[in-house]
């Protein structure tokens, strides 16, 4: 199945990214899905990602990344923590997808080497900021998701991230039921004034 800034600025998207955090909250809890075929084929920037079979150690590169793997029911054997006091990087609605697990966390730039020793059979590089000579290291380690061409490093919208991590891990119709379901929720409070806006006149 094909689902098709460096430096300081990595900081900006903060802001943009905040209400789809939030939003994927609502969708936290996995839902129940037969597992899709492989191997999945996912197009991004640098070629196509072939993953051969279902992923079973994930190292997410990721600053956000964990949630939606999280979202899916994946606890990643390692992850990119941005920055907060959790020792594992989650935030305070993930703790119980994340249950007992203990994921290795990784700060900084990208370590190829230390990836390398990790043995993973998925790198999630979305929303990470990986390079093209990165991504050609990476790939040799394991199946490598960059993100889409037409996203740039830090702008993939969070349907596309959690659809394309649905899709490596097997679970693209488990991701597209979290997405309706979130949209829906949406939906449903853009129609009940739920954004605070008002629909009678000022006085």
Same mark, same amino acid.
């Given at each position: 199945? %094909?689902?098709?800034?460096? &430096?300081?600025?990595?900081?900006?998207?903060?802001?943009?990214?905040? #209400?789809?955090?939030?939003? *994927?909250? *609502?969708?936290?809890?996995?839902? @129940?899905?037969?597992? @899709?075929?492989?191997?999945?084929?996912?197009?991004?920037?640098?070629?196509?990602?072939?993953?051969?079979?279902?992923? /079973?150690?994930?190292?997410?590169?990721?600053?956000? +990344?964990? @949630?939606?793997? *999280?979202?899916?029911? $994946?606890?990643?054997? #390692?992850?990119?923590? =941005?920055?907060?006091?959790?020792?594992?990087?989650? =935030?305070?609605?993930?703790?119980? #997808? *994340?249950? @007992?697990?203990?994921?290795?966390?990784?700060?900084?730039?990208?370590?190829?080497?230390?990836?390398?020793?990790? $043995?993973?059979?998925?790198?999630?590089?979305? =929303?990470? +900021?990986?390079?093209?000579?990165?991504? #050609?290291?990476?790939?040799?380690?394991?199946?490598?998701?960059?993100? %889409?061409?037409?996203?740039?490093?830090?702008?993939?919208? =969070?349907?596309?991230?959690?659809? %394309?991590? &649905?899709?490596?891990?097997?679970?693209?119709?488990?991701?597209?039921?979290?997405?309706?379901?979130?949209?829906?929720?949406?939906?449903?409070?853009?129609?009940?004034?739920?954004?605070?806006?008002? /629909?009678?006149?000022?006085?």
């Amino acid at each position: 199945m %094909r689902v098709s800034r460096r &430096g300081s600025g990595w900081r900006k998207p903060l802001a943009s990214c905040a #209400a789809p955090l939030a939003a *994927l909250v *609502l969708g936290l809890l996995p839902l @129940d899905s037969s597992a @899709d075929p492989f191997p999945a084929l996912i197009d991004h920037r640098y070629g196509t990602t072939t993953v051969p079979a279902k992923p /079973t150690r994930i190292v997410s590169l990721s600053f956000i +990344g964990h @949630d939606f793997l *999280l979202a899916l029911g $994946e606890r990643p054997y #390692a992850l990119r923590k =941005w920055y907060g006091s959790d020792p594992y990087g989650v =935030w305070p609605w993930g703790h119980d #997808a *994340l249950g @007992d697990a203990q994921p290795v966390v990784m700060r900084g730039e990208i370590d190829i080497e230390r990836i390398a020793a990790m $043995e993973p059979d998925l790198i999630a590089a979305q =929303w990470s +900021g990986i390079t093209a000579q990165q991504y #050609a290291l990476l790939s040799q380690i394991a199946p490598t998701l960059p993100p %889409r061409t037409e996203d740039g490093d830090y702008g993939a919208p =969070w349907q596309q991230m959690l659809l %394309r991590l &649905g899709t490596a891990t097997g679970k693209h119709a488990a991701a597209e039921a979290i997405v309706a379901r979130i949209e829906g929720r949406f939906a449903d409070l853009r129609r009940s004034d739920g954004y605070g806006q008002h /629909t009678g006149s000022g006085g």
